[in-house]
């Protein structure tokens, strides 16, 4: 309780009892135990306030308490699979299952990368017991940007893809160094990225088997599609305009301020190499991506006394190198890394989120008693700062480090 409020019904309780004190006082001094008239009325009066007050207070309470309940109700977030539930429990699918309609669709608000969306467990044992699927991906590329949501169809956005720097001290009377920023007008489409599947007829009438189904299948199979584009779309539409499209190389030639210089070049070194590309035009780093196979090989590699370099790369339970978070991902083509400031540097943009439709007229589902769901997002990517990515192929950038 408030103790503004405690004080308050405090202080009213020691008036009454005050009052009570007095009255039993007075009757001591009444041969007949009675007391005044005017003293039993306030005592009543004050009685009767108090009750009052403290109703007051217990109703302020609940109505407080329910209000808050609301709220934090209304700010759940709820995992996929617990949308999928609260949307069949909404009755999304209800016409579907009765007959009267034959196609049915919804939009689940969900954001489809935390490890509660998915599960293994359905409903009882002794109907079908587990459904097995492919794990999902621990790193998904939408977690490392910045993600927006828009209602327009296209996006149009300055894009920063190099600059001269021409600052210098000057004499009086000099001439000062003229510095170009070269930005682009450029502009990309939503693109749609989806998928579809079949369940029979029962799995629609049990709706936690359901439920755990689409869980476990839907987001995992959307989500490797958008990682693979937010990577390596060629921007040309339907593709996103990925990472690797856009990203500076890393510089192999005879610019570059580690070329020749590297005795035993080996994809550490690399790495090391494209931060310090970084670095010198003043951005930093934030992580790296790499393919699984490539940093696995990186904790393979040795020094001259065959002791593991392992060492330099794990720092805890996540990897890092360089004090730089390092994420896996398979849309990420072995040999190929890519690294810099993305949460400058690009961004995804959501115009619709994962939506689910069922419907049973495709193909043969009549005859079959299935029912096909389809499953599909519109994205797009706006890469502002290009400049700020460097992305390259391990092979290429060794021998560029090599010396000679």
């Known amino acids: 309780m408030d103790k503004d409020i405690q004080k308050q019904l405090d202080q009213f309780g020691d008036v009454v009892d005050s009052k009570i004190e007095k009255a039993f006082n007075q009757s001591k001094d009444n041969a007949k135990g009675e007391i005044s008239n005017e003293l039993k009325s306030e005592i009543d009066a004050l009685s009767k306030q108090f009750i009052e007050k403290h109703d007051a207070i217990e109703k302020r309470f609940d109505s407080f308490e329910v209000e808050q309940n609301r709220k934090l109700a209304a700010n759940e977030r709820k995992s996929f699979k617990g949308n999928l539930e609260q949307a069949f429990k909404d009755g999304a699918v209800d016409s579907l299952k009765k007959g009267n309609s034959n196609a049915a669709s919804f939009e689940v608000k969900a954001d489809m990368t935390i490890a509660a969306d998915f599960t293994n467990t359905v409903a009882g044992e002794e109907v079908v017991g587990q459904i097995k699927h492919a794990p999902s991906r621990i790193d998904r590329i939408r977690s490392i940007i910045p993600i927006g949501t828009t209602n327009a169809q296209t996006i149009r956005f300055p894009k920063e893809t190099g600059y001269s720097d021409n600052a210098a001290a000057k004499a009086e009377g000099a001439a000062l160094g003229q510095t170009d920023f070269d930005i682009t007008g450029t502009s990309v489409n939503l693109e749609r990225i989806g998928t579809y599947l ?64 590297v005795e035993s070049a080996n994809q550490y070194d690399v790495l090391i190499a494209a931060i310090n590309q970084l670095a010198i035009i003043d951005v930093v780093a934030e992580g790296i991506i790499l393919n699984p196979s490539d940093f696995h090989k990186l904790v393979l590699l040795k020094n001259s006394q065959n002791s593991y370099l392992k060492e330099q790369l794990w720092q805890g339970i996540k990897p890092s190198i360089a004090g730089l978070p390092v994420y896996l991902n398979p849309a990420c083509t072995a040999g190929k890394f890519i690294l810099g400031a993305f949460s400058t540097a690009t ?14 007229e495709d193909s043969d589902n009549f005859q079959k008693n299935f029912i096909t769901v389809k499953a599909q997002e519109r994205v797009a990517i706006t890469n502002y700062v290009p400049t700020s990515l460097v992305q390259g192929t391990f092979s290429s950038a060794k021998s560029a480090l090599e010396t000679s």
């Not at 799995?203 to 189904?213: F, I, K, N, W």
């Not at 959501?350 to 939506?355: H, M």
């Open 198 to 261: 079949r369940l029979t007829d029962e799995m629609l009438s049990d709706t936690p088997t359901l439920s755990s189904y689409l869980a476990a299948r839907i987001p995992a199979k959307v989500l490797n599609a958008e990682d693979n584009e937010i990577l390596n779309g060629d921007g040309s539409s339907p593709n996103l305009d990925g990472l690797f499209t856009d990203a500076t190389a890393f510089v192999t030639g005879v610019s570059g301020v580690f070329t020749g210089e």
């Open 347 to 360: 961004q995804l943009w959501i115009r619709e989120n994962l939506s689910i439709s069922f419907s049973r």
